[in-house]
């Protein structure tokens, strides 16, 4: 009984294997599952690197403390600061004196021009000053470090602020100081009110305010709203032909020390005629 039983199913194979479709079908069935193989290992592959890169990730933050990653963020804000101008966002002012540059036109020259005892200097920074001549809030305009605090004959109270990058900033007509020297101050953080002063009188109630990089004295408008690392000295070749142009020192005024008057002058001529004519 067996014996039959196998030979019907030795004939069953036969018959099936004398069909036409029945190899193709053994070929197509193969090659699905090696189809199948390969991709499995391919998307296999492309897992793999992003499990490493999560685990990467993973490990250089072991501490696994946020706080990490807030620090690097404060530095990449500190970096990219941009210059803002040094007065509060609601105050109504105006830029009334210019940064004096010789590669200017001359209508902007003289409006960088301050005159004071009958003689003109030139700007080494700005002037703002409120539009209803009444007192503002001055500002800073960087992120730094108070370095000096003072006051000053000529230019009332004077404040200046160190930064990155050899930048320093300076501020001067000031009144009711509220930082001093050694403070650290955050951009925009209220550092005094505008005043009056001496030198500037013609300006009314204002703040001078200047940029230095390296201590050399650069115009503020051209960097307002620029990143601080923007913030270039004049090249050597401009340095000298400002030096060679300018007929009088736009610092001299500007000094811890009062310029002589011109009427001082004159009197000190007048008696030294008077003694040689009376000799």
């Not at 099936?16 to 592959?45: C, E, H, M, R, S």
């Not at 009334?96 to 902007?108: A, L, M, P, Q």
């Not at 992120?143 to 990058?165: A, C, I, Q, R, W």
Request: glycine share 4%; proline share 4%; aromatic share 8%.
């Amino acid at each position: 009984m067996k014996e039959d039983n196998n030979n019907v199913s030795k004939q069953s194979w036969k018959r099936i294997f004398k069909k036409k479709w029945f190899f193709p079908a053994v070929y197509l069935t193969v090659a699905a599952f090696l189809l199948t193989g390969v991709l499995w290992y391919q998307n296999l592959d492309n897992q793999i690197p992003e499990a490493t890169d999560n685990t990467e990730t993973n490990l250089g933050n072991s501490s696994g403390n946020p706080l990490d990653y807030e620090q690097d963020s404060d530095t990449v804000v500190s970096q990219s600061e941009t210059v803002k101008m040094p007065v509060a966002e609601d105050s109504q002012t105006d830029i009334v004196t210019k940064f004096y540059d010789f590669g200017k036109t001359s209508e902007e020259q003289e409006q960088a021009l301050v005159l004071y005892n009958n003689k003109y200097y030139q700007s080494k920074g700005i002037d703002i000053a409120s539009a209803s001549d009444e007192t503002f809030s001055v500002t800073a305009a960087l992120s730094g470090e108070v370095t000096e605090v003072k006051e000053d004959p000529l230019l009332g109270y004077v404040l200046e602020m160190e930064h990155e990058n050899g930048v320093s900033t300076y501020y001067a007509s000031l009144q009711d100081v509220t930082v001093k020297a050694g403070q650290k101050i955050e951009q925009g953080e209220s550092v005094a009110t505008a005043g009056q002063n001496v030198y500037g009188q013609a300006s009314g109630t204002h703040v001078h305010f200047e940029i230095r990089k390296d201590n050399v004295a650069v115009d503020p408008e051209i960097y307002l709203n620029k990143p601080l690392s923007d913030i270039k000295a004049p090249s050597e070749e401009e340095s000298s032909e400002e030096s060679a142009e300018e007929t009088e020192d736009p610092d001299e005024a500007e000094s811890d020390e009062t310029p002589v008057p011109d009427e001082e002058q004159s009197t000190e001529e007048q008696e030294s005629s008077r003694a040689t004519t009376n000799t």
